[in-house]
């Protein structure tokens, strides 16, 4: 369970087909994370999704590093929901 007193943290995944394999491609706590979230533009960046056991998990690995085996399903199942929200929300004016 989730300390409410512990920092926020923050984790960036990028699926791109040629590598295969999700990448984490940021991360941030605190502070840090915080600022993640108030700047990015929520009409136009991907969803943020809120699931504290794998956020820890993913939080372990280092930037760059791409997501192993025991955490592909996972984030498989997180990056097919991510898609598909994008794809209804295609061609809609977000202006």
Known sequence: MHDPDSPKKVVGLQYLPVNGL???????????????????DTKRSH????DQALLDRLYRLPVDSFVGA???????VVLAHVF????????KNLD
Not at 70 to 76: I, K, P, Q, T, Y
């Open 22 to 40: 999700p990448q984490v491609i940021f991360k941030g706590c605190g502070p840090i994370a915080e600022k993640i979230l108030r700047q990015r």
């Open 70 to 76: 025991d955490l592909f399903g996972l984030v498989a």
């Open 84 to 91: 598909a929200v994008d794809e209804h929300l295609k061609g």
């Open 47 to 50: 969803r943020v999704i809120r």
